[in-house]
């Protein structure tokens, strides 16, 4: 399985893209003696509230409000803030693009 821009050794791993995800972030895992969580964006985007709830309690709080809020605009404002206004999304379009 090929993949990336082909920068660097990564564009052909034995396991494919999962066995690539796996060594790139064991690498933070074992090289590093602080506690860490990993959190998948997909994970996040798609079960926001089981997620945050989790975060924080693992870190050894609770969420504020009882009622979980989603913010549907984006979360990048401004006219400096990632690119052009038209290529900025909402998080229903984000779960349209990346739920394919």
């Given at each position: 399985v090929q993949y990336?821009?082909?920068v660097g050794n990564w564009k052909h791993h034995p396991q494919g893209l999962v066995g690539m995800w796996n060594d790139w972030?064991?690498?933070?895992?074992?090289?590093q003696s602080f506690p860490r969580?990993?959190?998948?964006?997909?994970?996040?985007?798609?079960?926001?509230?089981v997620v945050?709830?989790?975060v924080c309690e693992?870190?050894?709080?609770?969420l504020f409000q009882e009622e979980?809020?989603?913010?549907?605009d984006s979360?990048?404002?401004?006219?400096?803030?990632?690119?052009?206004?038209?290529?900025?999304?909402?998080y229903l379009k984000a779960l349209i693009r990346y739920g394919k």
């Open positions: 990336g821009n082909g972030y064991r690498e933070y895992w074992n090289e969580l990993i959190v998948r964006y997909e994970d996040l985007l798609f079960h926001p509230e945050t709830k989790s693992c870190a050894g709080g609770t979980f809020k989603y913010i549907l979360a990048k404002k401004g006219p400096t803030a990632h690119g052009p206004m038209e290529l900025r999304i909402g």
